[in-house]
């Protein structure tokens, strides 16, 4: 469900005209996986609980099932405190943003001040939505 929030196109719509089997893709997860049996999980917006500003990148049929659940993460610590703890289900789907997670200080800071800002802008797009 990747791509611009600011573009009239969703990816996911692709498959509506093509078929990814026949291009010999195994699987598309968000078309595939029942979200009925699994917990999704995602660093879009450079943070852990993205869904308060994703435009696209959630499930939103069951978002509110995971938060009445207790399954709101802030940071990577309470994702790994709730699996030390048992708490999280036993099927998670997680998709990560590879660029955010870079040791050097100057790509690292780059990526969080251009996250801040979007963030600002799609929190404005859900809000007006």
């Known amino acids: 469900m ?25 699987g598309e997860p968000y078309l595939d996986i029942d979200f009925n049996d699994f917990f999704y999980l995602t660093d879009t917006g450079r943070r852990w609980d993205g869904y308060k500003v994703s435009l696209r990148d959630k499930i939103p049929v069951h978002q509110e099932r995971w938060i009445s659940q207790g399954l709101v993460f802030r940071s990577t610590k309470d994702i790994i405190k709730a699996a030390n703890e048992g708490r999280l289900p036993d099927k998670i789907m997680m998709t990560f943003h590879p660029q955010r997670w870079n040791d050097a200080f100057v790509p690292w800071a780059k990526e969080l001040l251009l996250q801040k800002v979007k963030n600002v802008v799609k929190r404005g797009l859900v809000l007006f939505k």
């Not at 791509?3 to 195994?26: A, E, T, V």
């Open 2 to 26: 990747h791509g611009s929030p600011f573009s009239p196109w969703y990816s996911k719509d692709l498959w509506q005209h093509y078929d990814y089997r026949s291009l010999g893709i195994i």
